[in-house]
């Protein structure tokens, strides 16, 4: 499989700064979500496959896992990079890290869907550029990932 | 498997806020690497198990995808969160998430040990406190990630 991800592919371009990046990484922290989802491998499984498939990206590869007594953690790889989730139903709390390159897939939109699947009544989006490259001359700028949006 | 994660486990605890959280997030990007490695799957997924298993982590599950021409994606599943990586052979560029939760492992040990397999020139390392809870009451606090330390 092609990965879906080229240099300078990022639609939004930082024209002043003359900087583009690789991928956006969305850290999400949803609270208040409905505990017996949480806690049920399956539905997380899928939940986390539909994010992906709802927000463009192709999934290549999955893994979930259940702990005792309670918690699921779990990876979509897409061809876009990857999603990740840990989840803490005990405190109706869930990690999630949505990390895509390329154009043809939107992080937001798998956020979005996550937060109305796992009912939750609060929630924060923060996101990241990684990778930030120089287009002046199209090489990567030795610095951390930069904060773009945080709510 | 039990999940070696609790409440009020993390050793660091900022007394005068009164804030402990449940996971240590490391954002590491690594530059001017070996090529040769980022595209090797199989170096790739040694390597990434290693790291877990140097900073003390349990794996759980593992799944990496080579791309076409290049690039490698993968996750371990660790009982204590999970470690991901996505590569950048052309550009020597690797984005690396070191998520761990508990006080058996230390994440930054895994920076360390990827920083000197990938032959990484540069490096910065980000680590963000995720899940923050007041110790008042032991009630998450309805914000986003904190970040602790970035070089």
């Known amino acids: ?89 005990e405190l109706g709390y869930a990690a999630v890290d949505l990390f895509t390159c390329g154009e043809s897939c939107d992080p937001k939109i798998a956020y979005e869907y996550l937060k109305e699947s796992f009912g939750a009544g609060t929630a924060s989006f923060s996101e990241l550029k990684r990778g930030l490259i120089d287009t002046k001359n199209d090489e990567l700028i030795k610095v951390p990932f930069e904060i773009k949006t945080q709510i």
């Not at 899928?46 to 918690?71: D, I, L, R, S, W």
């Open 1 to 89: 499989m092609e990965r879906k991800t080229k240099l300078k592919v990022q639609a939004e371009l930082n024209e002043e700064k003359n900087i583009t990046y690789l991928g956006r990484h969305i850290l999400a922290e949803f609270f208040d979500c409905t505990p017996n989802i949480l806690n049920n491998l399956k539905l997380i499984e899928e939940f986390m496959t539909n994010a992906a498939v709802e927000c463009g990206a192709t999934v290549v590869q999955k893994c979930f896992h259940m702990f005792n007594p309670y918690g699921v953690s779990g990876v979509v790889i897409i061809a876009e990079s990857h999603l990740a989730i840990h989840t803490w139903p």
